[in-house]
């Protein structure tokens, strides 16, 4: 007998089963039986293509919560493993990354981006919680909604508000949020550099994974001073 047809969602623990890796087949998702950030991510973009109003409203706000922080383990295991692979600029100085250019191709991202050449600690982070499902991500790097390349201009979305994005204090900073650093307060741009938060700030020192890191184009785990940080968000 036919089992019976079951909805699909969003829930903890993720639902698996054929079902769920017959509808990514049919989303172009990697079919691993998983309803996960990234599977619903494809099924809210295929039911606002369709011309659904209403895509993510079964989401109370406390479900809302647990799918930014799984966007954000996500985006920052994304960036770990990037940084294990020892991902880099090729060749060195372009500001090029032919891992991350394949990526952003697969993903949708907007053209005027996807090719790189550009300082891009920014573009990394976004790219990776793009890959989760993030809707903020989205926003900058398919719909051009804010700059996502620039993190002046993410700091300023951040204490607007907007975009999805917020200020968050020093005692809230939860992994996978985004850090961005200033390395002098006294002159040019409110930030200078964009990463993803590895673990809470402890004993004045703040652990992160960053992209365009250091002299050679990086991908790469950083450990700094608490009194470099501008701001979490």
């Given at each position: 007998m036919d089992p019976q047809p079951r909805?699909?969602?969003l829930a903890t623990p993720h639902l698996h089963?054929?079902?769920?890796?017959?509808?990514?087949?049919?989303?172009?998702?990697?079919?691993?039986?998983?309803?996960?950030?990234?599977?619903?991510g494809a099924v809210v973009?295929?039911?606002?293509?369709?011309?659904?109003?209403?895509?993510?409203?079964?989401?109370?706000?406390?479900?809302?919560?647990?799918?930014?922080?799984d966007v954000l383990l996500r985006a920052v295991r994304t960036m770990?493993?990037?940084a294990a692979e020892g991902l880099r600029e090729e060749?060195?100085?372009?500001?090029?990354?032919?891992?991350?250019?394949?990526?952003?191709?697969?993903?949708?991202?907007a053209p005027e981006f996807r090719e790189m050449g550009f300082a891009w600690c920014a573009f990394a982070a976004f790219l990776a919680a793009l890959a989760a499902g993030g809707e903020t991500a989205s926003l900058?790097?398919?719909d051009s909604t804010f700059n996502p390349l620039y993190a002046p201009a993410v700091l300023a979305e951040a204490r607007a508000g907007d975009s999805?994005?917020?200020?968050?204090?020093?005692?809230?900073?939860f992994r996978g949020d985004l850090v961005l650093f200033d390395w002098n307060f006294e002159r040019g741009d409110p930030t200078d550099h964009l990463a993803r938060l590895v673990r809470a700030p402890a004993n004045g020192r703040v652990r992160t994974v960053d992209?365009?890191?250091?002299?050679?184009?990086?991908?790469?785990?950083?450990?700094?001073?608490?009194?470099?940080?501008?701001?979490?968000v």
């Open positions: 909805t699909l969602r089963g054929p079902d769920v890796a017959e509808v990514q087949r049919m989303l172009g998702v990697e079919p691993d039986g998983i309803y996960g950030i990234v599977t619903a973009d295929w039911k606002r293509a369709r011309g659904d109003p209403r895509p993510t409203t079964y989401l109370t706000p406390a479900g809302r919560r647990r799918l930014l922080h770990e493993g990037w060749p060195p100085g372009s500001n090029r990354v032919p891992k991350l250019i394949d990526l952003a191709e697969r993903l949708d991202v900058g790097l398919r999805g994005l917020r200020m968050v204090g020093l005692g809230d900073a992209g365009n890191s250091g002299g050679d184009g990086l991908m790469a785990l950083r450990e700094r001073p608490i009194g470099s940080v501008r701001a979490f």
